[in-house]
């Protein structure tokens, strides 16, 4: 049986794989400004500024793009709790300079998103409000996890992110929402990337206790869920507008990072890997 490594012993031993991945993702990413994506002509002061209050009638979106954009910009409201969570893990040296990276990155998100459906008048102001500060009181919290539970977790929520971005864009009646929904989408795979390779090293590094975290992740898997203001909640609203569904995780979500870390091939697990592989067997392809 391989030696259980403490998540201290991790957070050392991963440190130069954290610091090659951090590089590369900068040197990766494309810069790009929220503002670009901002139809700013289209803006007008509401009557608190003199100017005319929100009408469901100035919306041009469809009601699809509309719930798609509401769930992305609120989930990315939510920022300081994800921030707060994951740094409790990755505090020290080149890990928290990769948080303070991600943090930065999310934000660009929030900020693109809001902007766009405040100068549109895409969704009602005052109830994104309130559902944003509703949101946001209560808060984001994850069970206790070790380290390699988190970084196998943020690795599959990061592809799904993705996919619900790229789902978006695809569905999206308008150019700009399409646009920005797939700028989100190539930061959120880049994401994915960065989380996904250092499970791979941590593969190589502790085989059977990953190969447990993954498999403990994706039993425990889900998605950050929405209330919205109709009483219904953002996993029912993207299944039924086909953006994004539970039943189609296995193949859009696990099944590419399984392959990705050779889940199903490597020689290396011991009798905890091999049970952490059954009980992943129905994922193989």
């Known amino acids: 049986m391989q030696n259980a490594l403490s998540d201290r012993d991790l957070l050392v031993s991963l440190t130069d794989e954290v610091e090659t991945n951090l590089e590369r993702h900068i040197a990766a990413a494309a810069e790009w400004q929220p503002h670009d994506y901002v139809p700013w002509d289209d803006g007008r002061n509401f009557a608190f500024l003199g100017g005319t209050d929100w009408d469901p009638a100035q919306s041009e979106l469809s009601e699809v793009a509309k719930t798609a954009l509401t769930v992305s910009v609120l989930i990315a409201d939510n920022l300081p709790a994800y921030h707060r969570e994951l740094g409790k893990y990755l505090n020290r040296g080149p890990w928290w300079r990769w948080v303070g990276r991600w943090t930065a990155e999310e934000n660009r998100h929030e900020i693109v998103i809001r902007n766009y459906l405040m100068v549109t008048r895409a969704v009602d102001p005052i109830e994104l409000e309130r559902m944003r500060m509703a949101h946001m009181t209560e808060g984001f919290r994850r069970p206790g996890m070790h380290l390699l539970d988190v970084l196998a977790s943020v690795a599959f929520e990061e592809t799904a992110a993705a996919v619900r971005h790229r789902n978006t864009a ?52 889900h998605v950050p869920t929405v ?20 039943a189609d995780e296995p193949t859009l979500v696990f099944q590419p990072l399984l392959e990705r870390w050779n889940f199903f091939t490597r020689p290396d697990f011991g009798e905890q890997g091999e049970k952490a592989r059954a009980d992943l067997a129905h994922l193989r392809p």
Not at 233 to 246: P, Q
Request: charged letters at 25%; proline letters at 1%.
């Open 227 to 246: 209330q919205l203001a109709d009483g219904r909640t953002s996993d029912e609203v993207l299944a039924e507008a086909g953006i994004y569904t539970a």
């Open 170 to 221: 695809r569905a999206a009646d308008n150019v700009i929402v399409a646009s920005i929904a797939d700028r989100l989408a190539a930061d959120d795979e880049l994401q994915a990337v960065f989380f996904a390779n250092l499970v791979a090293a941590a593969l190589d590094l502790a085989p059977d206790q990953t190969a447990r975290a993954i498999a403990d992740r994706i039993a425990d898997f």
